[in-house]
């Protein structure tokens, strides 16, 4: 016992910083192993960070870093717990051999944390390692890294992840290697993101995303739509665990992406919309043309001779699905979504019910077809989860004036999304509804930091799921 508590000793507390902590006395390293090491090490400490916003009293306002549901308010601590228990963690992302722990060793002498990371994960349900590999940016300028003028990348893959916290880390990692902003969602059905940053760093990104094991043969140069933007299209990084990749509600064990509709390329959809809007017009078609977004996306954008749902949210789609089986049945459905991921669930869900002849989902959502096709039969501007709300038919809440650029009401106990024309905003019209409007004055008399549930006119009278009485809602069979 003692000499295993003087082991521990030596390994955690010889020499100073994080790289001596890691490597110890132990591990004889070159300048070049030196500096990936330290760079790991570094980096991996960095991924456990705790944004400044959470570090409020509720949470503990002293916690800097958490891992392995541990909280650390001290540099040494987070130090001394990555050293002991995920040095083969680190080992891999530096490209250096395995540390003693994962020979099999914790330092108390039993199997660690890390004897089970080394394994392959393959041995334990089928999926890949995961690799720790962080791409070199020593050829890379800083500015060139942090350039304002950049993209936003839209991506997802679905896949089976044996370890999803630790996918999480490297992500996290990854992002702020490369300066990038946005949302990251990892399951243990794969991965949904949203970046931005410079384009050399997004190169950098997909280049190291289509290099991971985990995605390896399943996500391609192509499942990456980009835009213009840049990290400034993001107010901060947020990368975490979810159940789902897209908040659908539904178990993914119960309703799997597996089980998806047919892809079709966006030439393909776009003759199967052609063929649709012809039968629409003479009144022949067996085929629904279905919008699997939001009300306030299809609101300022939409294909022509669509069914939009008017749900607020994706999660209230398995509802309307089941509330509206009989406008469903024995017709062949034809969806899509923005980037394609809600189709995945959304088709599976559709077809888990037996009533539809077919399901068909645009491969690549609007953002391929718009690609393919500026001026096919998508109309209007596509709505985008940042803080650029638009990208590409809508009217002013107030006067009715064309206008399709969104903010949020003005009200600080409301969420929703409003279209108001500059005219309106100037006259002080800037809320989702007169009822917001009113509460925006009573909330400003009241104590700060008070936060109200929604609730306005807007919520109240719009069904949660609503029923299509008669045939599918359509929202513009024109050409035009």
Same mark, same amino acid.
């Given at each position: 016992?003692?000499?295993?508590?003087?082991?521990?000793?030596?390994?955690?507390?010889?020499?100073?910083?994080?790289?001596?902590?890691?490597?110890?006395?132990?591990?004889? %390293?070159?300048?070049?192993?030196?500096?990936?090491? &330290?760079?790991?090490?570094?980096?991996?400490?960095?991924?456990?960070?705790?944004?400044?916003?959470?570090?409020?009293?509720?949470?503990?306002?002293?916690?800097?870093?958490?891992?392995?549901?541990? =909280?650390?308010?001290?540099?040494?601590?987070?130090?001394?717990? !990555? =050293?002991?228990?995920?040095?083969?963690?680190?080992?891999?992302?530096?490209?250096?051999?395995?540390?003693?722990?994962?020979?099999?060793?914790?330092?108390?002498?039993?199997p660690g944390p890390a004897d089970s990371a080394a394994r392959p994960s393959g041995h334990s349900c089928g999926s890949p390692?995961?690799?720790? =590999?962080?791409?070199?940016?020593?050829? !890379?300028? *800083?500015?060139?890294?942090?350039?304002?003028?950049?993209?936003?990348?839209?991506?997802?893959?679905?896949?089976? !992840?044996?370890?999803?916290?630790?996918?999480?880390?490297?992500?996290? =990692?990854?992002? *702020?290697?490369?300066? %990038?902003?946005?949302?990251? +969602?990892?399951?243990?059905?794969?991965?949904?993101?949203?970046?931005?940053?410079?384009?050399?760093?997004?190169?950098?990104?997909?280049?190291?995303? %289509?290099?991971?094991? $985990? &995605?390896?043969?399943?996500?391609?140069?192509?499942?990456?739509?980009?835009?213009?933007?840049?990290?400034?299209? #993001?107010?901060? %990084?947020?990368?975490? !665990?979810?159940?789902?990749?897209?908040?659908?509600?539904?178990?993914?064990?119960?309703?799997?992406?597996?089980?998806?509709?047919?892809?079709?390329?966006?030439?393909?959809?776009?003759?199967?919309?052609?063929?649709?809007?012809? *039968?629409?017009?003479?009144?022949?078609?067996?085929?629904?043309?279905?919008?699997?977004?939001? #009300?306030?996306?299809?609101?300022?954008?939409?294909?022509?001779?669509?069914?939009?749902?008017?749900?607020?949210? &994706?999660?209230?789609?398995?509802?309307?699905?089941?509330?509206?089986?009989? $406008? #469903?049945?024995?017709k062949r459905v034809l969806m899509y979504c923005t980037g394609g991921i809600r189709c995945e669930r959304g088709s599976a869900?559709?077809?888990?019910?037996?009533?539809?002849?077919?399901?068909?989902?645009?491969?690549?959502?609007?953002?391929?077809?718009?690609?393919?096709?500026?001026?096919?039969?998508?109309?209007?501007?596509?709505?985008?989860?940042?803080?650029?709300?638009?990208?590409?038919?809508?009217?002013?809440?107030?006067?009715?004036?064309?206008?399709?650029?969104?903010?949020?009401?003005?009200?600080?106990?409301?969420?929703?999304?409003?279209?108001?024309?500059?005219?309106?905003?100037?006259?002080?019209?800037?809320?989702?509804?007169?009822?917001?409007?009113?509460?925006?004055?009573?909330?400003?008399? /009241?104590?700060?930091?008070?936060?109200?549930?929604?609730?306005?006119?807007?919520?109240?009278? /719009?069904? +949660?799921?609503?029923?299509?009485?008669?045939?599918?809602?359509? $929202?513009?069979?024109?050409?035009?």
């Amino acid at each position: 016992r003692h000499s295993t508590w003087l082991s521990k000793k030596r390994w955690v507390g010889a020499g100073r910083g994080p790289l001596r902590a890691w490597a110890g006395p132990r591990c004889n %390293l070159g300048n070049a192993d030196a500096c990936g090491a &330290f760079q790991a090490f570094s980096l991996f400490v960095k991924a456990k960070e705790v944004p400044a916003a959470s570090r409020c009293p509720g949470g503990g306002e002293g916690v800097r870093w958490r891992c392995c549901r541990q =909280a650390f308010e001290e540099l040494r601590g987070i130090h001394r717990h !990555v =050293a002991l228990h995920h040095s083969g963690d680190v080992g891999r992302q530096a490209g250096l051999g395995a540390g003693p722990a994962e020979a099999g060793e914790s330092p108390e002498g039993g199997p660690g944390p890390a004897d089970s990371a080394a394994r392959p994960s393959g041995h334990s349900c089928g999926s890949p390692e995961i690799c720790w =590999a962080l791409p070199d940016t020593s050829h !890379v300028s *800083q500015d060139e890294l942090t350039s304002q003028v950049g993209e936003v990348l839209l991506y997802y893959c679905y896949c089976e !992840v044996r370890d999803p916290e630790k996918l999480c880390a490297w992500q996290k =990692a990854l992002c *702020q290697h490369l300066h %990038l902003t946005g949302k990251v +969602r990892v399951a243990t059905e794969g991965i949904n993101g949203t970046v931005g940053g410079s384009k050399v760093a997004t190169s950098l990104y997909i280049k190291v995303m %289509l290099s991971q094991p $985990l &995605f390896k043969n399943i996500l391609c140069q192509e499942d990456f739509k980009s835009s213009a933007g840049g990290a400034h299209c #993001f107010p901060d %990084l947020r990368v975490g !665990v979810f159940k789902e990749i897209v908040p659908m509600g539904i178990d993914p064990k119960i309703v799997s992406y597996k089980e998806t509709g047919i892809h079709l390329s966006p030439q393909e959809f776009h003759r199967e919309v052609e063929q649709y809007l012809s *039968q629409t017009t003479q009144g022949q078609s067996d085929t629904i043309l279905l919008d699997c977004r939001n #009300f306030y996306e299809s609101k300022i954008g939409h294909f022509q001779g669509c069914l939009a749902p008017d749900i607020r949210k &994706f999660s209230y789609f398995p509802s309307y699905v089941d509330e509206n089986l009989e $406008l #469903f049945k024995d017709k062949r459905v034809l969806m899509y979504c923005t980037g394609g991921i809600r189709c995945e669930r959304g088709s599976a869900y559709l077809r888990s019910k037996a009533v539809c002849r077919e399901v068909y989902q645009l491969k690549g959502g609007i953002h391929k077809y718009l690609e393919e096709f500026p001026d096919g039969f998508y109309r209007g501007k596509l709505f985008v989860f940042d803080d650029r709300y638009c990208r590409r038919l809508g009217t002013c809440r107030y006067c009715g004036v064309l206008w399709d650029q969104y903010k949020l009401c003005s009200s600080q106990h409301c969420r929703q999304l409003v279209l108001t024309c500059p005219s309106c905003c100037n006259k002080g019209l800037t809320a989702c509804c007169s009822v917001c409007q009113e509460k925006a004055l009573k909330v400003t008399s /009241r104590a700060s930091g008070q936060t109200l549930k929604e609730e306005c006119e807007c919520t109240r009278r /719009r069904p +949660r799921v609503p029923i299509e009485h008669i045939s599918p809602r359509i $929202l513009d069979t024109g050409k035009d």
